[in-house]
Nanobody, 121 residues
Framework: VQLQASGGGLVQAGGSLRLSCAASRRTSNIWNVGWFRQAPGKEREFVAV???????GYADSVKGRFTISRDNAKNTMYLQMNSLKPADTAVYYCAAGRSVAVRSTSAYGYWGQGTQVTVSS
């Protein structure tokens, strides 16, 4: 499966952005689809996941501010990001995989190209 991430940009603290991840084929009920992010000089970290079952999970740092969802008809996953903080600045990647260890990068075999999110203070 090929993934195409989009929707990044520059936003002020407190603002919102919605990221999209378009898949080349159906992902629902087949793949866990997650978002990760990587800030300069830091390791790639888990942000959110929507499992093949439809259940979701979030990193503590984004819980209550970010919402992950998927549109099965469009083979597209979204990450709605509200109340953004400068600490959210990073390149955001979407990924697809089948392992149950959904918070680990090693659980994903397919990655999108990344989209830059910059939050100014």
């Amino acid at each position: 499966v090929q993934l195409q991430a989009s929707g990044g940009g520059l936003v002020q603290a407190g603002g919102s952005l919605r990221l999209s991840c378009a898949a080349s084929r159906r992902t629902s009920n087949i793949w866990n689809v997650g978002w990760f992010r990587q800030a300069p000089g830091k390791e790639r970290e888990f942000v959110a996941v929507v499992r093949m079952s439809g259940s979701t999970g979030y990193a503590d740092s984004v819980k209550g501010r970010f919402t992950i969802s998927r549109d099965n008809a469009k083979n597209t996953m979204y990450l709605q990001m509200n109340s953004l903080k400068p600490a959210d600045t990073a390149v955001y990647y979407c990924a697809a995989g089948r392992s149950v260890a959904v918070r680990s990068t090693s659980a994903y075999g397919y990655w999108g190209q990344g989209t830059q999110v910059t939050v100014s203070s």
